[in-house]
């Protein structure tokens, strides 16, 4: 704004003199047509002065509206940045829990396989010593009770011979026997084991999954919160 056109705002027409100092009725007629000229003057001062402020008026709405659409436009631009963080974030906190998920999935996976690993050569163990361990201790005992000196008096040793060959095939198919149901109630006992084995670790896996469901639903309640207070 020119300080050129505030000039006629500060301006003031004095009245003419013999305004103030004669009454109405003792003025000339060169000091009516004074007056008039200097009624005019005022008029199209006054006129002036009431444009300017209408120009002003208008000019401060105009920049109240440019001022409130800026901002309004920066708001919305504000909203939008934050908005995008906030699925960012959001976008960073699953791809964390999946990556935690996986990590737990591997380690729970060969946790599982190294138990089932163990469990199948403990039962192999057992299965390749107890049935063979406790077949030979029953053949060397019946070598020491078949030895000739154990034969009965009234009975010749091919006879006896013959009787410790039957009674030797009679146990060691006996015996087959018996360390083939031995292994197979080892193997359902274990094999129950190993099914409790992978509950316990399912519901491992489950407790899990519950926990991170809780831990992205509280990240996310938070983002919520802290949306609500901008």
Known sequence: MSPYSLDFTRQEIPPPEFVLTKPDIQWSEEEKNMY???ERNMKDLSDKK???KRTLEIEMKKLQESIK??????DKTLMTLYERKLKCTVAIYQ???????????VLTVEEMNNQERELRLKLERMLAHKAPDGFSQMLKAMEELDAPENMPEEINLSIWERFCFVRKTKVESEQTKVASMEARSMVHKYIIQLEWEHRVLNKKIEDSNDKKRDIKMFRLTEEQQDMRVI
């Open 69 to 74: 659409d800026a901002t309004e436009k920066f």
């Open 36 to 38: 008039k000229e200097y």
């Open 50 to 52: 009431e444009k300017y």
């Open 95 to 105: 791809e964390e829990l999946k990556i935690t998920y996986l990590a737990d999935s």
